[in-house]
Nanobody
């Protein structure tokens, strides 16, 4: 059974930075995709960034130029470095893993950008 545990959310002022972590446990091998999605109140979940096990990345429009996704394969962990945060980045951030045709989600971590 695969489990995902997110951490690193919190309250930050506009212009500040946060780093989110998502640690995966369980049988993870082969080609996988891990990504971060955000869901703001009353809105649909949307892609922030994703990374393939081989290292290629993709970003949602709101993340380009400000956020960086990275991974540590030895630790089965993916990170999201968020810089220049804006109030509109406020949301619950979820980690998603797709591997061997299966999809897994973490419980989410809240990011609040406010002065």
């Amino acid at each position: 059974q695969v489990q995902l545990v997110e951490s690193g959310g919190g309250l930050v002022q506009p212009g500040g930075s946060l780093r989110l972590s998502c640690a995966a446990s369980g049988n993870i091998f082969g080609i996988y995709v891990m990504g971060w999605y955000l869901q703001a109140p009353g809105k649909q979940r949307e892609l922030v960034a994703a990374i393939v096990s081989g290292g290629s990345t993709t970003y949602g429009d709101s993340a380009k130029g400000r956020f960086t996704i990275s991974r540590d394969n030895a630790k089965n962990t993916v990170y999201l470095q968020m810089n220049s945060l804006k109030p509109e980045d406020t949301a619950v951030y979820y980690c998603r893993l797709t591997v061997r045709g299966m999809e897994y989600w973490g419980k989410g971590t809240l990011v609040t950008v406010s002065s």
